[in-house]
């Protein structure tokens, strides 16, 4: 069973930064896009940033503040997170799938995600 476990969220102050990091296997990083969404109370589940060997993508709100890797000695996707805002504050989710997308109705694999809370 495929599995991405998600590591690194907490509490930061705004303007301070977090890493995020979703382990997977070799295989599952090799064969997938990989995502990252996140998602507050009552609202849909947003892409934050995808990354595959053709290319990284982001969303606008990111403006340039967080860099997606992958890191291939720890088979890990990481999100780089910096100048956090409240705003930035949800639950953070790891995802593979077949392609690079922003619909999360696009990947299979999703990890139980990670809480990342912003203070003002």
């Known amino acids: 069973q495929v599995q991405l476990v998600e590591s690194g969220g907490g509490l930061v102050q705004a303007g301070g930064s977090l890493r995020l990091s979703c382990a997977a296997s070799?295989?599952?990083?090799?064969?997938?896009?990989m995502a990252w969404f996140r998602q507050v109370p009552g609202k849909e589940r947003e892409l934050v940033a995808t990354?595959?060997?053709?290319?990284?993508y982001y969303a606008d709100f990111v403006e340039g503040r967080f860099t997606i890797s992958i890191d291939n000695a720890k088979n890990t996707v990481d999100l780089q997170m910096n100048s956090l805002k409240p705003e930035d504050t949800a639950v953070y989710y790891c995802a593979a799938g077949p392609s690079l997308a922003r619909d999360s109705r696009r990947y299979s694999i999703w990890g139980r995600g990670t809480q990342v809370t912003v203070s003002s």
């Open positions: 070799e295989r599952t990083l090799v064969n997938n896009a």
């Open positions: 990354i595959r060997w053709t290319g990284t």
